[in-house]
């Protein structure tokens, strides 16, 4: 069997001292990394690439790629313990995981999220060895109308996890989507809505949004309430930081169903992580019996995203090294470390460079197990981050934001827009309109609308061409399936409404 | 609640901005005609909104008059609410100016003083902790090239 | 040296450059690091040059070069800074074609580009290749002209955004033989790349990194580059020049440039270095593998080459209706 060849090759070529060594050590960074705030895979990436260049491009390439899945571990560890996302996917964590850790229950949720990160991961790779190349092939057939309708199917996904009303699950989306129009339209090359600041020509800082709508108005509002002068303490005990068979059993059926979804839509270039991890959260919601448990710290909640992101952060490996197409801006990075060395990403470089496509595969199994081993005990140590005084944390906290979006952009004016979603990500608090939502549409918008010009430009103005291809049919008509469940099952909270948040002071 | 309103008038806003920007045709969209779009879009789903809040405070009005009146009981906060944003602002207007280490220092103290039980020392400690600390992380370990004192 | 002392040397410093008594104190430019600034992302085109030739940089200037990225509105943002920035030369960008077109786009241009900096030399070149799908059926550059000529206002050709070299020259080799292609931007060259190696356009102009590897493997065909003479790394594919656009040549073009205002002779000492550093071999092989070939200027050369660029894109982007349009 050749899936046997395959891991054979890979593991021989990884097993050596050097390449173990810048395994540990790109996990261990892309994880300390994704804890700290804004510091996500891209800063990190981009601060150690140079290292790439005096090592051997497998061994390098095996750094970066442990730096980017490691950083996934990290980010859902800031946004459970301190609701501080840096990415749209692990916004989708802060849902549920936040919840959890004002419960006390922050080790289980740390402790179920590696897990599944492990799951998904470990799905996305049995993808790899079994199916890469036809994989890539499929993700060329997706045109311009069809990846339309996919972004349509994630924002009707993440619309449709708001808890107070798929209308304001809408709105927020749309919201977001005008945030996106921000900056250089693509079509035409026209700045839009910049009021003429140069700053703006590419558009808002997303990292600047989540922590503003995330971080900073949380903060505002746990010292407005007081809430955090009577939190819950954490236990530290060692029962009590790992989940209960009640956690286990409600798990394992999302982690499966997020890693096949994960995995999938990773493998489309651009879009993956964070439109998998809203449609995993989305499908979970819908199927589940108690869809109103979502949002309050439901396991299922944070399991299932955290599933199919991290299978999605692997699967992005294979348009980028078998196609030379690179999913995201991290993708690209990786892709150019090649090139450097002289390695063309592209369909042959499996025949080419067999050691290095199938080292870095067996690399992932590798570095995701050490990532496992790490984390599990390093749980009773972050979760002792918060038994330090609230009031002691948040002035920290604050400037950890600030530190971090500057270190990404070197540009003051992301602190500024720091400062601007942090009043608005307040105010929609006190209005029951969900930030979750606005980080998907923003994030997507320009995509959206990129992809529903092109779309026109080629079928020369005919909107059949979103009807007339199968694909495209069949995720508009999945989105218009969602929909409507969503309006003949409201999830109504409106009434009860969300204590921990409501702020009455 | 104001939210379905002033989304109405955000939507509106984009709507009426778009047209300053070339529409186009189906065909070949101009850059206005997504925002477009999405003003009327947002606008619709604000409406929703608006609605679903009145029908809302009718059927539990007089518990929402409650919560008011218990707003208003207490002074409004302005420390916790206005502290915690000007520092953001600070660290932006310093960190150019006068350097890292500055910046984070007048950060720190400025977001301590939203909490009333936190003592002018304890921030002062918080304060240089965490200029030691960032500075370590950031600047020698990450080596972000951070100006620490500008002057 | 104590800390006094270089206070007290400090200060001095100050005083006589104020009083415009440079040369003496700054003989011994550069004394600390230097920052390379690069105007977009890690991994951009730009980004990889600034990397690649960095260390030997730091060798030949006796100090360490740290690159420094500050992405916005294709560089212009960063170049925008760099200009207003201390001339004291501790702040080296790497300017890209973009200054000579992406400046006129806004209804206010941030900057000359001829006569806003210090211009040091340049660094390298990268000429476009024209790639179709081998699917597509012509197998030259004049094939592919008949082609579009027989099927008028149907075929399809991406750019990596309006206005950029790429979509530019494509016009022009549209007008020049009198074809009618309909223009689709994408963004970004390995997007613009991407869409036709999945068919859903049918050429592309492309910068040679995006387009290279698919390429070597045959993946894409090579029809026309845009260099005036062959490029070495595509030696078998004609020039545009000897082909359907005679007379026409450009490439993007990568450079380094300082503060207005910096001292002459700070801009020999960092050009000097930096064309030493480019005759590395490893520079040299490193570029290559990017898809860039190395060229050094002196000062003079390259400014008088970059005043003539900023006024032939500027004409262009008139003749299209989009100077001045942002």
Same mark, same amino acid.
């Given at each position: 069997m050749a899936v046997f060849d395959h891991i054979a090759t890979g593991f021989t070529a990884v097993f050596t001292l050097q390449k173990l060594l810048y395994c540990f050590f790109g996990v261990f960074m892309g994880m300390l990394m994704g804890v700290l705030p804004g510091i996500g895979a891209m800063a990190t990436i981009s601060m150690l690439l140079p290292i790439t260049f005096y090592v051997s491009p497998d061994v390098g390439l095996i750094m970066l790629a442990g730096i980017y899945y490691g950083a996934q571990y990290g980010g859902s560890i800031a946004s459970i313990l301190l609701? =501080?996302?840096?990415t749209p996917s692990s916004a989708i964590i802060c849902l549920d995981g936040y919840p959890m850790a004002k419960q006390g229950r922050a080790g289980p949720a740390i402790f179920l999220t590696t897990v599944a990160s492990f799951l998904g991961s470990m799905f996305a790779v049995i993808l790899l060895l079994t199916i890469a190349p036809l994989a890539a092939r499929l993700a060329l057939t997706f045109g311009a109308a069809d990846y339309f309708s996919l972004m349509i199917l994630g924002l009707v996904a993440a619309a449709s =996890?708001?808890?107070?009303g798929v209308a304001r699950g809408l709105a927020m989306v749309a919201v977001g989507l005008i945030l996106g129009m921000v900056g250089t339209d693509v079509t035409s090359g026209t700045y839009r809505f910049t009021f003429g600041l140069l700053d703006l020509a590419d558009g808002l800082s997303i990292i600047a949004m989540a922590m503003g709508l995330f971080g900073v108005s949380e903060i505002i509002s746990n010292l407005v309430s007081g809430a955090h002068r009577r939190r819950v303490p954490q236990s530290i005990a060692f029962r009590d930081l790992v989940p209960v068979k009640k956690d286990l059993r409600q798990s394992s059926g999302p982690v499966a169903r997020g890693g096949i979804i994960g995995a999938f839509l990773g493998i489309l270039p651009g879009t993956g992580a964070s439109i998998a991890s809203f449609v995993a959260y989305g499908f979970e919601k819908r199927i589940s019996k108690v869809p109103g448990e979502f949002g309050k710290g439901h396991v299922p909640g944070i399991v299932a995203p955290e599933s199919a992101n991290n299978a999605a952060a692997q699967a992005a490996f294979i348009p980028t090294l078998t196609l030379g197409i690179p999913g995201d801006a991290v993708m690209a990075l990786m892709m150019s470390a090649l090139i450097i060395h002289g390695i063309q990403p592209g369909p042959t470089v499996i025949e080419s460079h067999p050691d290095l496509f199938w080292g870095l595969v067996a690399s992932f199994v590798i570095g995701n197990v050490l990532l496992l081993i790490m984390n599990l005990p390093l749980i009773g140590l972050w979760v002792k981050l918060l038994t330090i005084p609230y009031r002691y944390l948040y002035p920290v906290i604050l400037v950890l934001i600030c530190v971090g979006v500057y270190a990404v952009s070197s540009n003051v004016y992301d602190v500024v827009q720091v400062f601007l979603f942090g009043i608005v990500g307040y105010l929609m608090m006190r209005a029951k309109l969900e930030p979750a939502p606005m980080l998907l549409g923003f994030v997507l918008g320009p995509l959206l609308e990129d992809n529903f010009r092109r779309a026109l430009i080629l079928s020369r103005g005919e909107l059949s061409v979103f009807v007339e291809r199968p694909i495209s049919l069949s995720l508009l008509l999945a989105s218009a399936a969602l929909i409507a469940f969503s309006l003949r099952r409201p999830v109504a909270v409106a009434a009860d409404g969300d204590q921990s948040r409501e702020v009455s002071r | 609640m104001l939210a379905g309103p002033v989304l109405l008038l955000f939507g509106a806003a984009v709507f009426a901005a778009a047209w300053t920007y070339e529409i186009g045709e189906l065909r070949r969209m101009g850059p206005g005609y997504f925002p477009m779009l999405l003003g009327a879009t947002l606008c619709l789903f604000a409406a929703l909104i608006a609605l679903q809040d009145a029908k809302d405070r009718i059927s539990s009005g007089r518990r929402a008059r409650r919560t008011i009146r218990s707003g208003t009981g207490n002074r409004f906060q302005w420390r916790p609410r206005i502290l915690p944003l000007f520092a953001i602002l600070l660290f932006a207007m310093l960190?150019?100016?006068?350097g890292f280490v500055p910046a984070v220092i007048a950060a720190v103290a400025t977001a301590g003083f939203a909490e009333r039980s936190n003592s002018s020392l304890a921030i002062a400690v918080i304060a240089a902790a965490t200029a030691i600390f960032t500075s370590t992380v950031f600047v020698y370990l990450l080596g972000i090239p951070f100006r620490l004192f500008a002057v | 040296m104590n800390a006094i002392s270089n206070i007290v040397i400090g200060a001095i410093a100050a005083t006589m450059s104020a009083a415009g008594v440079t040369t003496a104190a700054l003989a011994e430019y550069p004394e600390r690091a230097v920052r390379m600034i690069v105007g977009s992302v890690p991994g951009s085109g730009p980004d990889v040059l600034a990397r690649s030739m960095s260390e030997e940089l730091a060798a030949a200037l006796g100090q360490p070069v740290v690159v420094e990225n500050k992405p916005g509105a294709a560089g212009n943002v960063a170049a925008a800074a760099i200009s207003r920035g201390d001339p004291d030369g501790y702040e080296i960008f790497i300017g890209t074609i973009n200054m000579a077109i992406a400046t006129w786009l806004p209804k206010e241009p941030p900057f000359d580009p001829a006569t806003d900096f210090a211009i040091v030399g340049r660094v390298a070149s990268i000429p476009d290749v024209l790639v179709v799908s081998p699917e597509l059926g012509p197998k030259s550059i004049e094939e592919l002209i008949e082609l579009a000529r027989s099927r008028p206002g149907e075929l399809n050709f991406s750019s990596p955004g309006v206005g950029s070299l790429q979509h530019m020259g494509t016009d022009t080799m549209a007008t020049m033989n009198g074809i009618e292609m309909v223009h689709v931007p994408y963004k970004g060259g390995k997007a613009a790349t991407t869409a036709v190696l999945a068919g859903e356009v049918d050429m592309f102009m492309a910068g040679m990194p995006p387009a290279i590897p698919h390429i070597k493997t045959g993946a894409l065909l090579a029809l026309a580059v845009s260099s005036a003479q062959p490029f070495p790394l595509l030696p078998d594919v004609p020039t545009f020049t000897d082909t359907v656009m005679p007379g026409y040549s450009a490439a993007a073009w990568y450079g380094l440039f300082m503060a207005k205002g910096t001292p002459d002779d700070i801009v020999a000492v960092v050009n000097a270095a930096a064309n030493q550093a480019l005759s590395d071999p490893n520079v040299i092989e490193r570029f290559a593998n990017a898809g860039a070939a190395v060229e050094t200027s002196t000062p003079e050369q390259f400014a008088e080459f970059v005043a003539a660029e900023a006024a032939r894109w500027k004409k262009n982007l008139e003749e299209l209706g989009l100077a001045g349009t942002r």
């Open positions: 609701n =501080l996302p840096g =996890l708001a808890r107070h | 960190l150019e100016t006068a | -």
